[in-house]
């Protein structure tokens, strides 16, 4: 399928090596975050969400960490393999927001050497 | 199986032609969603519903149409209006809509890529 990855910031890591995957978003008023994972060609998975009264969250093999003082969000993922190679976004949903709309950033391209 | 399904998959529109791509899904969420998505940019809403028979413009709404008659259906039409239609469109759900924030994860279909002749 065609690449959704074009122009995108890249990180390209080694196989077994540890990634981390930044974001920085756009409104304090924001309370809730997600991280999905695209691979080439197909729609967005979820991987993991964290809300706002935590700073912290883990799943297997992935790790999200929330600093609200500097609006970053970061997403760690351990033991990388070439399945993870994709382009991974987060999402944010403000405060207040009745709609359940989220605002996505633009991605990074994640490659993995093996 | 649940989930979201997009049809269909490549999608050829000649100038002046409307369009329609399929979303239905079979997880009984009340939210859905279309997304356009242009290489190198992030997903951009279009359309969105959150109950039947009710659905809001997006940031990107112009040349685009809806419609959700039932629960599972979402269709969206690219009409001539739309100059610059070229773009991978997905379509998401949630399961939760009226009556309370909906601040739940969404889900994806599989998207459409549709392309001008």
Not at chain 1, 55 to 77: A, E, F, P, W
Request: hydrophobic residues 30%; aromatic residues 10%; charged residues 20%.
């Amino acid at each position: 399928g065609e690449s959704v990855g074009l122009h995108l910031p890249t990180l390209s890591v080694q196989e077994g090596d540890n990634s981390i995957i930044n974001c920085a978003y756009s409104n304090s008023a924001s309370d809730y975050f997600i991280w999905y994972k695209q691979e080439s060609g197909k729609g967005p998975q979820f991987i993991i969400d964290i809300r706002s009264n935590m700073d912290k969250r883990q799943g297997q093999r992935v790790t999200v960490l929330l600093n609200k003082t500097v609006k970053h969000l970061s997403l760690q993922i351990a033991a990388t393999q070439p399945g993870d190679s994709a382009v991974y976004f987060c999402a944010e949903n403000i405060n207040g927001g009745s709609q359940g709309n989220l605002i996505f950033g633009k991605g990074t391209k994640l490659s993995v050497k093996p | 199986d649940g989930g979201i399904t997009q049809s269909p998959k490549y999608l050829f529109r000649k100038e002046g032609q409307n369009v329609t791509l399929s979303c239905e899904q079979n997880l009984n969420h009340d939210a859905m969603y279309w997304y356009r998505q242009d290489p190198g940019q992030g997903l951009r809403l279009i359309y969105y519903s959150q109950i039947v028979n009710d659905f809001q413009k997006g940031d990107i709404a112009e040349g685009y149409s809806v419609s959700r008659e039932k629960k599972e259906s979402f269709p969206l039409t690219v009409t001539s209006a739309q100059k610059n239609p070229t773009a991978f469109y997905l379509c998401a759900s949630s399961p939760r809509g009226l009556a309370g924030v909906v601040k739940d994860i969404q889900y994806f279909g599989a998207g459409t890529r549709l392309s001008v002749l």
